[in-house]
Protein backbone atom coordinates (compact mmCIF):
# COMPACT_ATOMS: atom_id res chain seq x y z
CA UNK A 1 0.00 0.00 0.00
CA UNK A 2 1.39 3.44 -1.14
CA UNK A 3 4.62 2.34 -2.56
CA UNK A 4 3.55 3.99 -5.96
CA UNK A 5 4.27 6.87 -4.43
CA UNK A 6 7.57 6.03 -4.38
CA UNK A 7 9.31 5.51 -7.84
CA UNK A 8 12.39 3.61 -6.47
CA UNK A 9 9.97 0.23 -6.27
CA UNK A 10 9.16 0.42 -9.70
CA UNK A 11 12.60 2.03 -11.64
CA UNK A 12 14.52 0.47 -9.09
CA UNK A 13 18.31 -0.76 -11.00
CA UNK A 14 19.74 -2.87 -8.67
CA UNK A 15 20.33 -6.77 -9.85
CA UNK A 16 17.20 -7.40 -11.50
CA UNK A 17 17.90 -11.25 -10.40
CA UNK A 18 17.07 -9.95 -6.94
CA UNK A 19 13.66 -8.72 -4.72
CA UNK A 20 14.33 -5.52 -3.36
CA UNK A 21 13.22 -5.71 0.12
CA UNK A 22 14.41 -2.75 1.78
CA UNK A 23 14.41 -2.62 5.52
CA UNK A 24 16.64 -0.12 6.24
CA UNK A 25 14.53 2.91 6.73
CA UNK A 26 15.30 4.00 10.30
CA UNK A 27 18.62 4.81 8.50
CA UNK A 28 16.70 7.13 5.82
CA UNK A 29 12.98 6.62 3.94
CA UNK A 30 12.69 6.28 0.42
CA UNK A 31 12.37 9.89 -1.22
CA UNK A 32 8.77 10.41 -1.78
CA UNK A 33 8.15 10.78 -5.77
CA UNK A 34 5.59 13.93 -4.45
CA UNK A 35 8.24 15.61 -2.59
CA UNK A 36 10.92 15.19 -5.48
CA UNK A 37 8.78 16.65 -8.56
CA UNK A 38 8.19 19.64 -5.61
CA UNK A 39 12.08 20.00 -5.62
CA UNK A 40 12.09 19.96 -9.31
CA UNK A 41 9.47 22.23 -9.70
CA UNK A 42 11.05 24.85 -7.40
CA UNK A 43 14.43 24.40 -9.62
CA UNK A 44 12.90 24.80 -12.72
CA UNK A 45 9.91 27.56 -12.18
CA UNK A 46 10.81 29.54 -9.16
CA UNK A 47 14.41 29.08 -8.82
CA UNK A 48 15.91 32.30 -6.83
CA UNK A 49 17.09 33.23 -3.90
CA UNK A 50 14.20 34.19 -0.92
CA UNK A 51 14.14 37.38 0.31
CA UNK A 52 16.35 38.76 -1.62
CA UNK A 53 14.94 40.55 -4.43
CA UNK A 54 11.81 42.55 -5.60
CA UNK A 55 11.66 41.01 -8.93
CA UNK A 56 8.95 38.36 -9.76
CA UNK A 57 11.02 35.45 -9.33
CA UNK A 58 12.39 35.99 -6.11
CA UNK A 59 9.20 36.75 -4.61
CA UNK A 60 7.82 33.30 -5.71
CA UNK A 61 10.60 31.97 -4.05
CA UNK A 62 10.02 33.81 -0.88
CA UNK A 63 6.67 32.59 -1.16
CA UNK A 64 7.57 29.25 -1.36
CA UNK A 65 9.58 29.58 1.83
CA UNK A 66 6.30 30.90 3.83
CA UNK A 67 4.06 28.04 2.44
CA UNK A 68 6.91 25.74 3.67
CA UNK A 69 7.46 27.17 6.97
CA UNK A 70 3.29 27.16 7.15
CA UNK A 71 2.98 23.26 6.23
CA UNK A 72 6.01 22.50 8.21
CA UNK A 73 4.10 24.54 11.78
CA UNK A 74 1.01 22.35 10.96
CA UNK A 75 3.05 18.91 10.79
CA UNK A 76 4.62 19.85 14.19
CA UNK A 77 1.49 21.52 15.33
CA UNK A 78 2.87 24.74 16.57
CA UNK A 79 3.35 28.60 14.81
CA UNK A 80 5.46 29.41 11.42
CA UNK A 81 7.63 31.83 13.21
CA UNK A 82 8.70 28.76 15.63
CA UNK A 83 9.83 26.35 12.36
CA UNK A 84 13.84 27.03 11.80
CA UNK A 85 15.12 25.01 8.70
CA UNK A 86 18.17 23.44 8.80
CA UNK A 87 20.22 20.53 6.58
CA UNK A 88 19.43 17.72 9.04
CA UNK A 89 18.62 16.48 12.70
CA UNK A 90 22.39 16.86 13.06
CA UNK A 91 22.55 20.33 12.29
CA UNK A 92 19.46 21.04 14.01
CA UNK A 93 20.93 19.32 17.32
CA UNK A 94 23.94 21.21 17.06
CA UNK A 95 22.05 24.69 17.09
CA UNK A 96 20.65 24.11 20.03
CA UNK A 97 23.15 23.16 21.87
CA UNK A 98 25.35 26.04 20.74
CA UNK A 99 22.80 28.01 21.46
CA UNK A 100 21.37 27.56 25.44
CA UNK A 101 24.99 28.47 27.31
CA UNK A 102 22.80 31.40 29.30
CA UNK A 103 20.50 28.37 30.66
CA UNK A 104 23.48 26.94 32.65
CA UNK A 105 24.71 30.01 34.09
CA UNK A 106 23.64 33.75 33.75
CA UNK A 107 27.54 34.84 35.04
CA UNK A 108 29.68 32.53 32.78
CA UNK A 109 30.92 29.15 33.66
CA UNK A 110 28.75 26.53 33.28
CA UNK A 111 27.25 25.40 36.40
CA UNK A 112 24.18 24.32 35.52
CA UNK A 113 23.64 20.49 34.28
CA UNK A 114 22.02 18.49 31.42
CA UNK A 115 20.50 15.57 31.54
CA UNK A 116 21.16 13.48 28.25
CA UNK A 117 19.22 10.38 27.58
CA UNK A 118 21.03 7.38 27.16
CA UNK A 119 19.35 5.98 24.20
CA UNK A 120 20.26 8.77 22.53
CA UNK A 121 22.37 8.84 18.84
CA UNK A 122 25.52 10.14 18.85
CA UNK A 123 23.88 13.19 17.31
CA UNK A 124 22.32 13.90 20.81
CA UNK A 125 24.96 12.97 22.91
CA UNK A 126 27.92 14.30 21.09
CA UNK A 127 26.73 17.88 20.56
CA UNK A 128 26.63 18.38 24.41
CA UNK A 129 28.91 16.64 25.35
CA UNK A 130 31.62 17.87 23.39
CA UNK A 131 30.36 21.52 24.04
CA UNK A 132 30.07 21.26 28.50
CA UNK A 133 32.18 18.50 29.27
CA UNK A 134 31.29 17.52 33.06
CA UNK A 135 28.54 19.50 33.08
CA UNK A 136 26.68 17.07 30.85
CA UNK A 137 25.73 13.84 33.04
CA UNK A 138 24.31 10.47 31.06
CA UNK A 139 20.91 9.02 32.49
CA UNK A 140 18.31 5.94 31.50
CA UNK A 141 15.79 7.19 34.11
CA UNK A 142 15.66 10.94 32.89
CA UNK A 143 12.47 11.13 35.39
CA UNK A 144 14.11 9.72 38.53
CA UNK A 145 17.34 12.42 38.32
CA UNK A 146 15.02 15.20 38.01
CA UNK A 147 12.74 14.47 41.03
CA UNK A 148 15.78 13.41 43.10
CA UNK A 149 17.45 17.17 42.03
CA UNK A 150 13.98 18.54 42.60
CA UNK A 151 13.74 16.82 45.67
CA UNK A 152 17.73 18.05 47.03
CA UNK A 153 17.14 21.35 45.66
CA UNK A 154 13.86 22.13 48.01
CA UNK A 155 14.96 20.21 51.06
CA UNK A 156 18.45 22.25 50.78
CA UNK A 157 16.75 25.73 49.74
CA UNK A 158 19.05 26.29 46.46
CA UNK A 159 18.48 26.50 42.78
CA UNK A 160 17.92 22.43 41.12
CA UNK A 161 20.87 21.64 39.09
CA UNK A 162 19.45 20.13 35.90
CA UNK A 163 19.03 23.35 33.70
CA UNK A 164 18.34 21.23 30.56
CA UNK A 165 17.30 17.99 29.33
CA UNK A 166 17.97 16.81 26.06
CA UNK A 167 16.31 13.42 25.62
CA UNK A 168 15.20 11.35 22.23
CA UNK A 169 11.38 10.82 21.16
CA UNK A 170 12.17 7.38 19.69
CA UNK A 171 15.57 5.17 19.94
CA UNK A 172 16.60 3.79 16.99
CA UNK A 173 17.90 0.76 18.40
CA UNK A 174 14.38 -0.14 20.45
CA UNK A 175 11.95 1.50 18.73
CA UNK A 176 10.16 2.40 22.11
CA UNK A 177 8.56 5.80 22.09
CA UNK A 178 9.81 8.03 24.93
CA UNK A 179 7.99 11.06 23.84
CA UNK A 180 5.58 10.57 27.01
CA UNK A 181 8.79 11.55 29.66
CA UNK A 182 8.37 15.51 28.48
CA UNK A 183 5.15 15.32 30.37
CA UNK A 184 6.16 13.37 33.00
CA UNK A 185 9.21 15.96 33.46
CA UNK A 186 6.61 18.35 33.67
CA UNK A 187 4.18 16.86 35.60
CA UNK A 188 7.34 16.76 38.34
CA UNK A 189 7.86 20.12 38.49
CA UNK A 190 10.97 20.59 36.00
CA UNK A 191 11.03 24.16 34.97
CA UNK A 192 14.27 24.07 32.57
CA UNK A 193 13.87 23.31 29.19
CA UNK A 194 13.35 19.95 27.44
CA UNK A 195 14.88 19.58 23.96
CA UNK A 196 13.75 16.68 21.80
CA UNK A 197 15.46 14.61 19.03
CA UNK A 198 12.19 13.34 16.75
CA UNK A 199 14.46 12.13 14.01
CA UNK A 200 12.93 8.88 14.36
CA UNK A 201 9.58 9.35 16.25
CA UNK A 202 8.31 11.84 13.92
CA UNK A 203 8.03 8.71 10.83
CA UNK A 204 6.18 6.29 13.24
CA UNK A 205 4.23 8.61 15.48
CA UNK A 206 1.70 11.63 14.74
CA UNK A 207 2.79 14.66 16.89
CA UNK A 208 2.11 18.10 18.54
CA UNK A 209 4.81 19.53 20.05
CA UNK A 210 2.23 21.83 22.22
CA UNK A 211 1.17 18.74 23.77
CA UNK A 212 4.30 16.95 23.74
CA UNK A 213 5.41 20.07 26.12
CA UNK A 214 8.89 20.40 25.05
CA UNK A 215 10.85 23.74 24.09
CA UNK A 216 12.68 22.47 21.11
CA UNK A 217 12.44 19.78 18.76
CA UNK A 218 14.42 18.74 15.58
CA UNK A 219 13.68 16.20 12.91
CA UNK A 220 15.43 15.16 9.35
CA UNK A 221 13.16 15.34 6.37
CA UNK A 222 14.50 12.35 4.55
CA UNK A 223 13.37 10.13 7.87
CA UNK A 224 9.99 10.73 6.55
CA UNK A 225 10.53 10.21 2.69
CA UNK A 226 11.80 13.74 1.87
CA UNK A 227 14.85 14.87 0.06
CA UNK A 228 18.06 14.65 1.51
CA UNK A 229 19.30 17.70 3.10
CA UNK A 230 16.77 19.63 4.78
CA UNK A 231 15.23 19.44 8.06
CA UNK A 232 13.53 21.98 11.11
CA UNK A 233 13.75 22.81 14.04
CA UNK A 234 11.16 23.63 16.47
CA UNK A 235 11.84 26.09 18.77
CA UNK A 236 9.56 28.44 21.48
CA UNK A 237 9.15 31.86 19.90
CA UNK A 238 9.79 33.62 22.87
CA UNK A 239 13.11 31.61 23.43
CA UNK A 240 14.45 32.68 20.39
CA UNK A 241 15.85 35.72 21.30
CA UNK A 242 17.85 34.20 23.80
CA UNK A 243 19.54 31.15 21.82
CA UNK A 244 22.06 32.28 19.70
CA UNK A 245 22.55 31.00 16.34
CA UNK A 246 25.13 28.90 14.95
CA UNK A 247 25.85 30.59 12.15
CA UNK A 248 26.89 34.01 11.08
CA UNK A 249 26.04 35.84 7.58
CA UNK A 250 23.57 36.54 5.00
CA UNK A 251 20.10 37.51 5.80
CA UNK A 252 20.15 36.68 9.80
CA UNK A 253 21.09 39.83 10.49
CA UNK A 254 18.68 43.34 10.75
CA UNK A 255 22.03 45.48 10.40
CA UNK A 256 25.80 45.64 10.89
CA UNK A 257 27.72 48.46 12.05
CA UNK A 258 31.36 49.19 12.10
CA UNK A 259 31.84 50.81 15.95
CA UNK A 260 35.02 51.78 17.74
CA UNK A 261 36.76 48.76 18.02
CA UNK A 262 34.95 46.31 16.35
CA UNK A 263 31.76 45.76 14.88
CA UNK A 264 28.32 45.90 15.89
CA UNK A 265 25.10 43.91 14.81
CA UNK A 266 21.59 43.30 15.43
CA UNK A 267 20.03 40.17 14.54
CA UNK A 268 16.67 39.66 12.09
CA UNK A 269 13.94 38.27 14.19
CA UNK A 270 12.15 35.26 14.76
CA UNK A 271 13.75 32.05 12.60
CA UNK A 272 16.11 34.05 10.21
CA UNK A 273 18.04 34.93 12.83
CA UNK A 274 19.38 30.91 12.38
CA UNK A 275 18.83 31.01 9.03
CA UNK A 276 22.28 32.47 7.76
CA UNK A 277 23.35 32.46 4.05
CA UNK A 278 21.30 30.92 1.19
CA UNK A 279 19.02 28.18 1.83
CA UNK A 280 18.68 24.46 0.01
CA UNK A 281 15.15 25.84 -1.13
CA UNK A 282 14.21 22.55 -3.56
CA UNK A 283 14.92 20.59 -0.49
CA UNK A 284 12.18 22.58 1.72
CA UNK A 285 10.12 22.56 -1.36
CA UNK A 286 10.39 19.07 -0.54
CA UNK A 287 9.64 18.54 2.25
CA UNK A 288 6.60 20.74 2.56
CA UNK A 289 5.15 18.26 -0.51
CA UNK A 290 5.79 15.07 1.68
CA UNK A 291 4.63 16.59 5.51
CA UNK A 292 1.77 17.39 2.96
CA UNK A 293 0.99 13.61 2.10
CA UNK A 294 1.28 12.50 5.95
CA UNK A 295 -0.81 15.34 7.23
CA UNK A 296 -3.55 14.06 4.06
CA UNK A 297 -2.88 9.91 5.23
CA UNK A 298 -2.46 10.26 8.85
CA UNK A 299 -3.73 6.43 8.85
CA UNK A 300 -0.12 5.64 7.56
CA UNK A 301 1.15 6.22 11.03
CA UNK A 302 1.92 2.54 12.81
CA UNK A 303 1.03 0.46 9.74
CA UNK A 304 4.69 -0.71 10.20
CA UNK A 305 3.48 -2.41 14.20
CA UNK A 306 1.69 -5.54 12.70
CA UNK A 307 4.65 -6.15 10.86
CA UNK A 308 6.87 -5.68 13.40
CA UNK A 309 4.77 -8.06 15.72
CA UNK A 310 5.01 -10.81 12.90
CA UNK A 311 8.36 -10.53 12.93
CA UNK A 312 9.37 -10.15 16.89
CA UNK A 313 7.04 -13.45 16.82
CA UNK A 314 8.65 -15.36 14.56
CA UNK A 315 12.22 -14.32 16.11
CA UNK A 316 11.40 -15.10 19.46
CA UNK A 317 10.54 -18.95 17.83
CA UNK A 318 13.89 -19.38 16.46
CA UNK A 319 17.03 -20.79 18.60
CA UNK A 320 19.10 -19.23 16.55
CA UNK A 321 18.66 -15.73 17.03
CA UNK A 322 19.26 -13.50 19.47
CA UNK A 323 16.22 -10.51 20.03
CA UNK A 324 16.83 -7.67 21.64
CA UNK A 325 14.73 -5.16 20.34
CA UNK A 326 11.49 -5.12 18.34
CA UNK A 327 8.84 -1.90 18.73
CA UNK A 328 7.39 0.56 16.08
CA UNK A 329 9.35 -0.69 12.99
CA UNK A 330 12.61 -1.67 14.21
CA UNK A 331 14.02 -4.70 15.24
CA UNK A 332 17.36 -4.63 16.91
CA UNK A 333 18.99 -8.72 16.46
CA UNK A 334 21.86 -11.06 15.84
CA UNK A 335 22.10 -14.58 14.69
CA UNK A 336 23.95 -16.56 17.01
CA UNK A 337 27.44 -17.72 15.86
CA UNK A 338 27.80 -14.68 13.01
CA UNK A 339 28.87 -11.58 13.27
CA UNK A 340 26.24 -8.63 12.67
CA UNK A 341 28.11 -6.87 9.64
CA UNK A 342 28.38 -10.77 8.11
CA UNK A 343 24.91 -11.63 8.77
CA UNK A 344 23.67 -7.76 7.16
CA UNK A 345 26.12 -8.82 3.69
CA UNK A 346 24.78 -12.20 3.61
CA UNK A 347 20.70 -10.75 3.88
CA UNK A 348 22.74 -8.21 0.93
CA UNK A 349 23.36 -10.62 -1.29
CA UNK A 350 19.43 -12.22 -0.97
CA UNK A 351 18.73 -8.38 -1.60
CA UNK A 352 17.42 -7.66 1.86
CA UNK A 353 18.72 -4.45 2.93
CA UNK A 354 19.34 -3.66 6.67
CA UNK A 355 21.87 -2.06 8.62
CA UNK A 356 24.82 -3.16 11.18
CA UNK A 357 26.77 -2.14 13.75
CA UNK A 358 26.52 0.08 16.60
CA UNK A 359 23.57 2.28 15.26
CA UNK A 360 25.57 5.55 16.43
CA UNK A 361 24.27 4.55 19.52
CA UNK A 362 27.58 2.79 21.32
CA UNK A 363 27.21 4.11 24.95
CA UNK A 364 23.61 2.74 25.53
CA UNK A 365 24.57 -0.51 23.33
CA UNK A 366 27.14 -0.73 25.59
CA UNK A 367 25.88 -0.37 28.74
CA UNK A 368 23.46 -2.73 27.72
CA UNK A 369 26.19 -5.32 27.08
CA UNK A 370 25.32 -6.17 23.52
CA UNK A 371 27.42 -4.71 21.00
CA UNK A 372 26.80 -4.54 17.13
CA UNK A 373 23.18 -5.38 15.86
CA UNK A 374 21.35 -6.17 12.75
CA UNK A 375 18.88 -3.43 12.60
CA UNK A 376 15.97 -3.98 10.16
CA UNK A 377 13.71 -1.33 10.23
CA UNK A 378 10.09 -0.92 8.35
CA UNK A 379 7.66 1.91 7.37
CA UNK A 380 4.26 2.50 6.33
CA UNK A 381 4.88 0.65 2.54
CA UNK A 382 6.64 -2.11 3.91
CA UNK A 383 4.04 -5.79 2.55
CA UNK A 384 3.82 -8.74 4.53
CA UNK A 385 5.90 -10.12 1.01
CA UNK A 386 8.90 -7.97 2.03
CA UNK A 387 8.31 -10.13 5.65
CA UNK A 388 8.18 -13.05 4.53
CA UNK A 389 11.08 -12.76 2.67
CA UNK A 390 13.29 -11.62 4.89
CA UNK A 391 12.51 -14.48 7.53
CA UNK A 392 13.49 -16.86 4.72
CA UNK A 393 16.40 -15.43 4.34
CA UNK A 394 17.16 -15.06 7.73
CA UNK A 395 16.67 -18.81 8.26
CA UNK A 396 19.72 -19.03 5.94
CA UNK A 397 22.66 -16.98 7.40
CA UNK A 398 23.83 -19.71 9.25
CA UNK A 399 24.41 -22.11 6.87
CA UNK A 400 25.83 -19.36 4.11
CA UNK A 401 28.61 -19.28 7.29
CA UNK A 402 28.72 -22.95 7.30
CA UNK A 403 27.47 -23.05 11.00
CA UNK A 404 24.63 -26.21 9.77
Known amino acids: MYREEFEIFEKNELDEALPFVYLDNAATMQRMTAGLLA ?112 EHADTSGVEPKIKIVAMTGMSNVTGVDRSGIAKELRGSGFQGLILMDAAQLVAHKKINVKELGVDGLVFSGHKIGAPMGVGAVYLKYDLMKKVKPLNYGGEMVESVKLVEGGVKMSFAPGP ?14 GLSATEEFWLK ?81 LAFYNTNIDVKYFLACLRRVRGVMGLE
Open 297 to 377: HSEIYGVETGLTERIREELEKDENIELYFAENGIISFNVKGVHAHDAAQILADFGVMVRAGMMCAEPFLTEKKIGAVVRAS
Open 272 to 285: SKFEGGTLNMGAIA
Open 39 to 150: EQDFYTKKNANPLRGVYELSELATAELWQAREMTAKFLGCEPLEVIFVKNATEGLNLLANGIEEWLDKDGGHKGEILVDLESHHSNLLAFSERYGEKVRITEDLVSEVKLDL
